[in-house]
């Protein structure tokens, strides 16, 4: 037995409504007669179906129906449907007789929403030689329902992203292909001071100024923004482009940082004012501290001279402190210029060792290097103390014994120099931070190395000011630590 046309039809969209051209219903899938509890024939389309997007509040409405993405209830059930229309006839009517069908799926999102339509494969007939067309039916209306279920899932999380984005407190701008504010969250309109309405179709270069960023921003830009009032606030933040069908727009994710950076400049201004203080009365005690201890004062006790040693270890430390706090104010005010000329590195390399050689000896570490002795451009001394940093910190995390090693490289137009040592290393999670201020990993077990934590912040800024990079990695053999630095050997 072949299967009819009609027969098809409620196989494969067990949901669907055959009409006429004015929406009179003639006949519906076997699905849509189970959940309606009257006989919907010669009824208007309207009667059965409440349609939720678009709405349609009138059946005049009805003629103005999209053909595809119809979102609809069935009453008295209110189960949900998505839906379609065509002009087509429909099996049965008469030839000539213009049809339209409106074929619709469950829009259901979990399991159990599916098991409440009711929905199963249904045996048609005997199997003969349509059971494999209806299989393959069976399977694309499958796949169809899928796509519906992965469709209303985009829309979840659609809406779910909607709602964090009129949330948050970061504002979210944007922008048009001609620079013109097309939408905006509830954080820019307060941040900048605009009803949502008014904001819209602003040019975004009336209101946002570009500043040069801040060498240890992790944001990508800053800008100097207007506020509706007038008033101008610091703004950080980032801008994406989004490709979509309809072409580019960008989008402007910024915040006011202005009491952050208040904060910040008054935390510097505090530091740097209390090291200064500091520096004389340190002065006062070290000099005295170390007459006593050249016999300048007279013959010591031993145990004079043991607490007279501990004394000035901490005022050194002390001392070493105040003085990278100052040398960290400045460069972060920029009021620490470079003074770069030309030089070799492998004078650089002999310096280093000349200052470093007894601290390594001391330590049980020896010190191995390599230099390509090439010309570059930089401040050789701002240099010198960023390479002495990092070979003293990889000297005092080195085990007895072991071998730092200073490679100074030429790589193309960039100067490489690599400090390897084959100490415990720095964990993969705390890489980043390492550069910060005041930070020290403290692996629990280690000794305490008598480090203030400023010195990787201060390198790298050193290393910014010239135009290069630094960074830290596994040693080569898989212990220790690799610090490397880049810097473009014609300076910045
Ligand atoms: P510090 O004066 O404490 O050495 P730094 O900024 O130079 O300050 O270093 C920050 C922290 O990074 C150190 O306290 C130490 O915990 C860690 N560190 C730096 N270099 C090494 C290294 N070669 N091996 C292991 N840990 C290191």
Same mark, same amino acid.
């Given at each position: 037995m072949s299967l009819s046309a009609s027969a098809l039809l409620d196989f494969a969209s067990p949901f669907h409504v055959c009409c006429d051209r004015e929406w009179k219903v003639a006949s519906v899938g076997p699905s849509m007669a189970e959940h309606l509890?009257?006989?919907?024939?010669?009824?208007?389309l309207s009667d059965l179906l409440e349609f939720t997007?678009?709405?349609?509040?009138?059946?005049?409405g009805l003629n103005k129906l999209?053909?595809?993405?119809i979102l609809l209830k069935l009453k008295g059930s209110g189960l949900d449907l998505r839906g379609q229309w065509n002009d087509m006839p429909w099996p049965?009517?008469?030839?000539g007789e213009a049809g339209r069908v409106l074929l619709c799926s469950p829009w259901v999102t979990s399991e159990d929403q599916w098991r409440q339509t009711g929905l199963k494969l249904r045996q048609l007939?005997?199997? =003969? +030689?349509s059971g494999e067309y209806l299989l393959l039916l069976a399977a694309a209306r499958e796949q169809a329902l899928d796509v519906a279920r992965l469709a209303d899932l985009a829309t979840i999380r659609e809406s779910r992203l909607e709602r964090l984005v009129q949330r948050m407190r970061e504002g979210l701008l944007l922008i048009d292909s001609e620079g013109r504010i097309e939408s905006a969250n509830p954080a820019a309109c307060m941040l900048l001071g605009f009803r949502s309405t008014k904001i819209e179709?602003?040019?975004l270069d009336d209101l946002f100024s570009a500043l040069p960023k801040q060498? =240890? +921003?992790?944001?990508?830009l800053e800008w100097l923004v207007k506020k509706s009032t007038g008033d101008n606030f610091k703004a950080r933040g980032s801008r994406y482009s989004i490709r979509t069908r309809q072409g580019e727009t960008h989008a402007l994710l910024f915040r006011d940082v202005s009491e952050e950076e208040q904060a910040l400049q008054m935390r510097r201004t505090f530091l740097s004012m209390v090291s200064h203080e500091l520096r004389t009365p340190l002065s006062a005690i070290k000099a005295p501290l170390g007459m006593s201890l050249s016999g300048h004062l007279g013959q010591l006790a031993p145990k004079v001279r043991d607490v007279l040693e501990i004394a000035t270890r901490n005022a050194d430390r002390l001392h070493q402190l105040v003085d990278d706090v100052i040398d960290l104010e400045r460069l972060e005010s920029n009021a620490l210029p470079l003074n770069p000329s030309k030089f070799k590195s492998g004078t650089l390399t002999q310096k280093l060792l000349d200052g470093l050689g007894t601290t390594a000896t001391d330590a049980h570490v020896a010190l191995d290097f390599e230099d390509d002795d090439f010309s570059l451009v930089g401040d050789q001394g701002r240099i010198l103390q960023v390479i002495t940093n990092l070979v003293i910190n990889a000297i005092r995390h080195s085990p007895n014994g072991s071998t730092v090693h200073l490679r100074v490289l030429q790589q193309g137009s960039n100067a490489r120099c690599e400090v390897t040592d084959e100490g415990p290393g720095i964990p993969e999670e705390l890489r980043s931070r390492i550069?910060?201020?005041f930070f020290q990993v403290n692996s629990?077990?280690?000794?305490?190395?008598?480090?203030?934590?400023l010195g990787l912040a201060i390198s790298r800024l050193i290393i910014s000011q010239h135009g290069g990079q630094i960074g830290v990695e596994t040693g080569?053999?898989?212990?220790g630590s690799t610090f490397w630095l880049e810097l473009p050997i014609a300076g910045r």
């Open positions: 509890d009257f006989d919907p024939t010669g009824r208007c997007r678009p709405k349609v509040s009138h059946p005049d999209p053909r595809q993405l049965g009517l008469d030839s007939g005997p199997q =003969d +030689s179709g602003s040019l060498e =240890d +921003s992790s944001e990508d550069f910060d201020r629990g077990t280690e000794q305490p190395t008598g480090g203030t934590g080569p053999r898989g212990c």
